[in-house]
């Protein structure tokens, strides 16, 4: 009896593996992955090796608060973002939600490494609420407008690459995975990338201890996402089909407080230097108001430069797989932190290739 090597594997992300002593095994590995599969074979190991080759169909569903850090408006060619910008905007609220699915296709290259490539399918919504106020230069607020909430939807498409290593010891297990994907969306002209890092341990727990194919093994973990390249972009969209009344408010709101102001200006109490400030206050918002409504920005199609990052970037991962035989495998995970969420359920379908004799 030979000791055994502690390795390998579980499905899709995961993997564990019992280890105990066996006798070595002489027969011919049969599939034409992984590479050492028959070192493996040798050591009396391959039964515990999953199929090499696996298909995945997911249902995605993410939460996210993100953070806009610029923001750059040009109607017509003009830039407006001396009056618009992300200060004056102020935006107190912006998040995204997305459902959708995922396929991945995936080989275990190695004993301990699995590669994949995957495609997304999303439908969303971006859930964005502002208002929108402007300051003189000393600090203090002129003109500023009621809240505004706007839900916009799109639809999505993701695709991306991934690898995933994997160690495991007496059914314990660890695994680290990384991806990249790229989103392209009809609001953006240009496509987003994604990076992903994540880590989970966990245990497998036999279910039958006749069947050692049923199983199943919880795990926790930690992962990490954000914007890759994240130099902001570019889009075009019309303002008032996202906020329909923002133009009859900000004229309203501009013309109430001209009007509060010159009520002040005009009663025979207020000092001189009081008036004056009014006036150039007065001024200030005549200017904003005069440019703002001349720019077409209300009627017309704008374009924008925006740039977004996370707010926060980390969740906490609670998961398990769910192996019913050797072929098919089902998964579940939640992910949480104060300003994510995401769940993702699916089904895994493993086959192998065999040699040519």
Known sequence: MKTKTHLLLIALICGSLTSFAQVADTATYPYVLPIWGQKVQDKGMA?????????????????????????????????????????TLNFTSVSATTNGSNFRADAWILPFMNVYGMLSIVKGTTNVSLQPTWK?????????????SSIVEFDA???????????????????????????????LEEQVGYLTLSARGGYRFFLNKKNEN????????????????SHGSNGSIGLDEVFPELDESFNN????AIQENQDVIDDPNTSLA????????????????????????????????????LIQ????????????????????????????????????YRFGVKKKS
Request: hydrophobic share 40%; glycine share 10%.
């Open 136 to 148: 003189d230069a000393v600090g203090d607020v002129i003109l500023q407008l009621p809240e505004f």
């Open 214 to 229: 049923l199983f199943i093994a919880p795990y926790v973990g930690m992962m990490y996402r954000d914007f890759v390249g």
């Open 313 to 348: 970037t980390v969740t906490f991962q609670f998961g398990f797989n769910f192996q019913i035989n050797r072929n098919w495998m089902l998964r579940g995970e939640y992910g949480v932190s104060d300003s994510q969420r995401f769940l993702m359920t699916g089904v895994q």
């Open 157 to 187: 498409l993701a695709y991306g690459a991934g690898t995933t290593l994997i160690f495991g010891w007496n059914g314990y297990f660890l695994s680290t995975d990384i991806n990249y994907s790229r989103t392209e969306t009809a609001l």
């Open 274 to 309: 009081d008036k004056i400030k009014l006036e150039a206050r007065n001024q200030a918002i005549e200017e904003i108001q005069d440019r703002v409504n001349d720019s077409g920005v209300f009627t017309t199609e704008i374009n924008y430069y925006i740039k977004k990052d």
């Open 47 to 87: 039964d515990q090796l999953q199929l090499p080759f696996g298909v995945n169909a997911n249902y995605v569903n993410a939460f996210m608060e993100l953070d806009i850090t610029e923001f750059q408006l040009l109607v017509g060619g003009k830039d407006l973002s001396g009056i618009i910008n992300t200060e």
């Open 253 to 256: 709101k501009a013309n109430e």
